[in-house]
């Protein structure tokens, strides 16, 4: 049977005249498309691109509690050294507690690098060991257990090359090209900094704690500005 058959059956059938009745079909086809389209509209290369980062920034969000070293560390946040020939008695309470031995020197000014007794600070503090000559940087890059860069968790120990030595701090998040860092001794401060990927040399967790959590995206412009050069 013929579509103008069809047609005239149609038309025929409702009582309307054949024009009306193919006013009304084409009136019909024309919202079915237009549902159609609005119920799936064409992806563009741009919004395809920006709905897998939507998927990998869900995958990637924090879904454990922040670990107890961490959240000693976050208490910490704001405190700062001394300026001149002063020293911070909170800082240097922490030096005087871990020991001589614990950091490998005779720890008597802020001014000297903190950024290991702060993290050595933190551990010790939830009863977790050290690393040996805590006060240095470097010396972190052997503690514990190693973790993959790309699969860090909130409360991972980085350690970072920087011009002159190193620096050492807590994983809190990332973005594409730099660590969201809580350290000591950024800025002359305890506080937040986004460190460059690449300058990263280890990812360390601690020897018998099971590791927990994934990796956690952050904004690039989140109020963190990019440290160069921790001191």
């Not at 070293?69 to 976050?74: F, I, P, S, T």
């Not at 309470?93 to 720890?107: D, E, F, P, S, V």
Request: net charge positive; hydrophobic share 45%.
């Amino acid at each position: 049977m013929s579509a103008m058959t069809i047609a005239g059956i149609g038309y025929g059938l409702i009582g309307i005249g054949k024009s009306q009745f193919m006013a009304a079909a084409r009136g019909g086809l024309d919202s079915f498309f237009t549902g159609m389209a609005r119920a799936a509209p064409i992806e563009t290369d741009a919004q395809a691109i920006d709905r897998l980062k939507d998927d990998l920034d869900k995958e990637c969000d924090m879904t454990t509690a922040d670990p107890a070293w961490l959240k000693a560390a976050r208490a910490k946040l704001g405190t700062r050294e001394a300026p001149g020939p002063a020293n911070n008695p909170t800082i240097m309470g922490w030096a005087k507690r871990l020991g001589t031995k614990a950091l490998g020197i005779a720890y008597n000014a802020d001014s000297v690098p903190w950024c290991g007794v702060f993290v050595a600070a933190c551990m010790q503090e939830v009863g977790l060991p050290t690393a040996p000559i805590a006060v240095r940087a470097s010396a972190w890059a052997k503690y514990g257990d190693p973790l993959a860069f790309h699969r860090p968790a909130p409360g991972a120990i980085l350690v970072f090359q920087r011009p002159g030595g190193g620096h050492v701090g807590f994983y809190v998040g990332e973005d594409d090209t730099a660590y969201h860092v809580l350290g000591g001794n950024q800025s002359d401060n305890v506080t937040m900094a986004r460190i460059e990927k690449t300058r990263c040399v280890a990812a360390r967790w601690p020897t018998g704690v099971p590791f927990a959590g994934k990796p956690v995206r952050m904004a690039a412009r989140a109020g963190v500005p990019l440290s160069r050069n921790e001191a």
